[in-house]
């Protein structure tokens, strides 16, 4: 516990003596919890959160975020759990802890500059607390500054990460003197000799122009005075990093990038600034185009300033940055500067609200201008996300609105990944496709080569994409299913005609599409199929029949004689829900407009009546003699009330190669119960199979079909269990 007296450090100091007491207790877990663990360096662990947490000191910020900053890597690297830190801790400081913990587990991967922005949006999107931001930067900083110690793979990789991530993010909240620090880290680290040299020179040019800058200094701050502005003026130093993307970007020499001196004035209020400026430009003379005003309108990050160039002594431009106390704190830490600058009596709320305050007319200022409408976006995605993002296998982020589901998710990969998903894994464990995604999920999609987009998903999917992708679909199987439908009609029509389907010309075809007003001879089968046109009619025009004569005339609506159905048609054939019809069963259809075919069994009860009173409605249909599908078939069960009943039928039903799709059981449970069951047959024969095997069982009463019920008849039955 040797560090222990650190936290006496008069860094620590503006806390309240319980807010350094607990910063002690958490010292002392945190120890303890790594205790034999060492950083790369040798150093023992505990020096990097100690460290962490005196980089955010110096930014001032509360109690609770030292703590979580003290204990970040324990959840990551030790045992300890968000229960034991939320028990020592509290719940605030367990949820910061958490927040860092999860930020942690994310890789970043790819280099490209989509990827990264995407990536800098997923983690500010991830830490609902900007804190977490807060000490995750101060986090990576402290990494950056011992760098040197970790092997040159890693460092470059963590360099890198450093610079297009982290640096980025550090800007965009306005930790300017944060941000500079992390890019020069990273430069040296990626580019060790181009480091050394511009280092170099850039020493060498300051040592060679110390007298002209130092000429420089002195008359602006003389003529500062003499027009009576309070003001206090520095040297600014050039950083290295920022020179050479100069010379990068505008093709220049070291000697003409460097030639340029930066100065910066502080003073009191804003009119000095333009005071100032003014006493300044009478001094040297102005670089035309050179003056840039981000006091009326700020940049995107909030930083706001006068910038100008001035021909100085000898020729060489000098630059000058013109602001306020104020100004300066959020030019150099931006976000933080609300903890920097609190008085005591803020509490935590009152700075959140505050930061968010400032964000929001961060916002505002952008909309005004209309500039950076970059920015704006980013406020809104980042700080108030209406936004997931989620990995794919590969790494790839892809950015979902919020809501958005497992089938979205398919949609956005691809249409053909869309059309064909069947089942999706969410960090490696199986969902179903309905699941809202959640940022930083890895997802997964399982496809099935015969898998097809089902209606329902229309209910749940966000994405327009994903729901026209469907409804396309759909609409496509549905126009094919009813087309295919209508080929076997009209094939029967012409046959009861006496003629012959597969003789029938491309010209005769042709010739009746014209005739019925069609564009193509697909067009006219799906509208057969959907009961938009009459088979028989058509069948008629095909042959160069008459029509018939007037007395006829019913007859002309007739259907044909028979149909075969497979049940696989799709949405063109649909089998009743009431009567369950399966192969083997004795069925009919009737077509309704628009809608395509229903096929019911032949003495299913809720049709007796339309059979009777409209019996041109009705087809005789016959069912395929080989059909690759189950159907479904429900069945009455009567059995003694006992335990374990339910287990029995169940394992007896699957043992006969049938599935239940659902039971629904009898309110009134006395000495027996009725369970109405839904089971997958293949046919008429595995469902007796399947009955014969129930009846041998003891406990089994009494035992049926269950056909033409109406539908509402099973509203006594509650507790309905959907078993798929
Ligand atoms: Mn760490």
Known sequence: MAAAPALNDPVFSYLKPADVARLGEAFRFSETAHAGQTRQSGDPYISHPLAVAE????????????????LHDVMEDTSVTKDEISATFGKPVAELVDGLSKLDRIEFQSAEDAQAENFRKMLLAMA??????????????????????????????????????????????????LYQELQELSFSHLYPMRWRVLTRAVKAARGNRREVIGKSLEAIRRRLADAGVEASVSGREKHVYSTYTKMVEKHLSFSEVHDIYGFRVIVKDVPACYLALGALHGLY??????????????????????????IGPFGAPIELQIRTEQMHRIAEAGVASHWMYKDDSTSLSDLQKQTHLW?????????????????????????????VYVFTPKGTILSLPRGATAVDFAYLVHTDIGNRCVAAKVNGELVPLRTELRNGERVEIITASHAKPNPAWLQYVRTGKARSNIRHFLKTMQY??????????????????????????????????????????????????????????????????????????????????????????????????????????QIVGSIKKGQGMVVHAADCLQIVRSRRNAPDMWLDVDW???????????????????????????SEIAEARSNIDSISMEEDRSVYTTMLLVIEVSNRKHLAR???????????????????????????????????
Not at 55 to 70: E, F, K, M, S, T
Not at 129 to 152: F, Q
Not at 162 to 175: F, H, K, Q, S
Request: proline residues 4%; hydrophobic residues 45%.
């Open 285 to 310: 003379k102005p670089v035309p185009g050179k003056f840039k005003d981000y006091i009326a309108i700020p940049k995107a990050n909030g930083y706001r300033s006068l910038h100008t160039s001035l």
């Open 55 to 70: 980089i955010l000191a110096a930014w001032r910020l509360d109690g609770q975020a030292l703590v979580a900053a003290l």
């Open 128 to 177: 609902r607390d900007v804190r977490v931001i807060l000490i995750k930067l101060a986090d990576r900083l402290h990494n950056m500054r011992t760098l040197g110690a970790v092997p040159l793979q890693k460092r470059r990789r963590i360099a890198r990460e450093t610079m297009e991530i982290y640096a980025p993010i550090a800007n965009r909240l306005g930790l300017n003197a």
């Open 624 to 650: 395929d003699a080989a059909t690759p599908r189950l159907f479904n078939a429900a069945i009455q069960v009567t059995v003694a009330n006992q335990r374990g009943v339910l287990a029995k039928v169940a």
């Open 480 to 585: 094919e299913e009813s087309a295919a439908l209508g080929e076997r009609l009209l094939e029967q029509a012409v046959s009861a005609l006496g003629g012959n389907a597969a003789e029938i010309d491309t010209a005769n075809w042709e010739r009746v599409v014209r005739e019925v007003g069609s564009r193509a001879k697909q067009e006219v089968l799906a509208d057969i199929g959907l009961g938009k046109r009459l088979p028989a009619v058509v069948a008629r025009r095909l042959l160069r029949r008459a029509e018939p004569a007037r007395e006829d005339a019913r007859g002309s609506g007739k259907l044909p004689g028979r149909v075969t159905i497979q049940g696989t048609e799709g949405m063109a054939v649909q089998l009743a829900t009431c009567c369950r019809p399966i192969p083997g069963d």
């Open 359 to 387: 964000l929001q007319s961060l916002l505002e200022i952008q909309t005004q201008s209309g500039d950076s409408h970059e920015f704006l976006e980013h406020v809104k995605v980042d700080l108030f996300p209406d936004e």
């Open 690 to 724: 399947v009955m014969r095997a129930l009846r041998r069982l003891k406990d089994v009463l009494k035992i049926a079909r269950v056909k033409g019920q109406p539908a509402g008849a099973s509203a006594a039955a509650t507790g309905s269990v959907r078993l798929t």
